[in-house]
């Protein structure tokens, strides 16, 4: 289940009147509205506040006073219906004024894009800075029940609820900071503009190559759609009830998820121990493959007797313990670049070159001539370590990937899967590289053959029986 879907879809229903019902005994929203208007008008002439100086007098409408970019609408046309008792306002009249402070001091805390956690919309953390180092963006006065919303990139959707914890901070200038006229709860407000509508509706405005970013006027002549409000109260209690629902959902997806990687790992740890399928005595003995090899390679002393004596663990009597090299026709690392090369497959580059990059399976280009020709495995030695694939074709491998090419005594199926099992895989400085020489000595449990087949059989249906879990939660 898409969880981030299931709670823009909320939020839709609730900024169109279809999450709780409409209450006929409700002020409607306009009353409230025009009711503030003339006590901003009668506080204008009196000399107490001054007039925006993109607004106009009060008997303009409120839909001429903007020059609305908003797509699919014209001018003075509703972006979509709401109940009656609702009211369609712009920034300008639904939010008061963003307030400057400059901060003062010795220390203060100060509240960046990089505050704002994008995920849960929260602020994660208020930097403390000394006045003498503050940057000069942070000059945006915060209080409690303001919105804060990135202008930078606003598709990355840095959008954080102020509460008591940060009520003194101050903000960076790329926030508009909103704050809501009486007309607004304030968590309604914060709700609302999470909203797709609102997010997608303002990155229509987007400017700029480097930091494409929307303006204050782009968020004051905006329209937002207001209800009475004691139903935003109802349609918060109804958010909040319903976000809650979705974080046990996610969190128990979350658990899901990684119960199935557990799962997967289990799978394979019993595979290359023997307790996956059953042994049959039929089954030509592991021992007697290796002294075939023994006798290809005219060896007079099989490694494989000296490997009996240091198991790892225990495995079964018709199996055997030995190195990757052993097992292996060729261990090599990827050289460099293919002077003939190609970004696309073309008449001339029809062999796939790979590097130790996960994305499209490390495909990097094509070039005229193969390196491996036969079927093999190659794993990833630098940057995303252990990250293993099955190659069938003749392929060109790159600098920081190893290339396996097993004997004919393993099942590659096998041997990759017990090599996603042996080789620890992740991302960073902190897991060591691999080299050739540190494969090579790495030992293996080695099945007769028909085992392996039906070991590589019982992973694949299992592990398919997990993935229609997995895909079943993301859709």
Not at 185 to 200: A, Q, T, W
Not at 202 to 230: C, E, Q, R
Not at 291 to 319: C, G, M, V
Not at 400 to 420: F, G
Request: with cysteine; glycine share 4%.
């Amino acid at each position: 289940m898409d969880t981030k879907k299931l709670r823009q879809k909320i939020l839709d229903l609730a900024i169109r009147g279809k999450l709780v019902p409409q209450d006929p005994n409700d002020e409607p929203a306009s009353v409230l509205l025009e009711r503030i208007k003339e006590e901003k008008e009668r506080l204008i002439k009196e000399g107490k506040i001054k007039r925006d100086k993109k607004e106009k007098t009060s008997d303009t409408s409120p839909y001429q006073n903007y020059e609305l970019k908003i797509t699919n609408y014209e001018l003075g046309e509703k972006p979509f219906e709401v109940p009656e008792s609702w009211v369609w306002a712009s920034g300008l009249e639904c939010f008061n004024p963003m307030e400057s402070r400059k901060p003062t001091g010795v220390k203060f805390r100060y509240i960046d894009i990089n505050s704002i956690d994008n995920k849960k919309h929260t602020i994660s953390e208020a930097r403390q800075l000394y006045v003498s180092e503050a940057p000069s963006r942070a000059s945006r006065s915060v209080d409690i029940g303001d919105t804060l919303f990135s202008m930078v990139r606003p598709y990355l959707e840095n959008i954080a609820y102020v509460d008591e914890n940060y009520h003194n901070c101050i903000a960076s200038t790329g926030f508009f900071v909103c704050k809501p006229q009486r007309v607004l709860h304030s968590k309604y407000l914060y709700y609302l503009m999470l909203s797709s509508y609102v997010i997608d509706g303002l990155n229509v405005f987007m400017k700029g190559d480097n930091s494409p970013s929307i303006n204050n006027d782009n968020i004051t002549s905006f329209l937002y759609p207001i209800p009475p409000l004691n139903e935003q109260k109802r349609i918060i209690t109804i958010i909040e009830s319903a976000f809650s629902l979705v974080d046990e959902i996610e969190a128990n997806q979350q658990g899901l998820t990684q119960f199935i990687k557990q799962a997967k790992f289990k799978v394979l740890d019993l595979a290359i121990r023997g307790k996956l399928v059953p042994q049959d005595p039929n089954d030509e003995p592991a021992s007697e493959l290796l002294e075939r090899i023994k006798k290809e390679q005219n060896a007079t002393k099989s490694s494989a007797d000296t490997l009996h004596y240091n198991q790892p663990f225990e495995i079964p009597e018709s199996w055997e313990w030995v190195t990757i090299s052993q097992i292996s026709e060729s261990i090599s690392a990827g050289g460099d670049k293919p002077l003939i090369f190609s970004s696309i497959k073309t008449n001339e580059c029809t062999v796939p070159i790979y590097s130790n990059a996960i994305t499209n399976k490390g495909l990097y280009g094509y070039t005229n001539m193969a390196i491996i020709t036969k079927p093999s495995i190659t794993i990833s030695a630098r940057g995303t370590i252990g990250y293993s694939c099955i190659r069938y074709e003749s392929f060109c491998p790159i600098i920081r990937l190893i290339s396996i090419t097993p004997r004919k005594i393993i099942n590659i199926e096998y041997l990759y899967r017990a090599l996603c099992y042996l080789i620890p895989q992740g991302e960073g400085s902190s897991i060591p590289q691999l080299t050739v020489p540190a494969i090579n000595p790495k030992k293996i449990p080695l099945p007769p053959l028909s085992e392996q087949k039906r070991i590589v059989s019982k992973i694949e249906d299992i592990f398919s029986q997990l993935d229609t879990i997995e895909k079943a939660l993301k859709a």
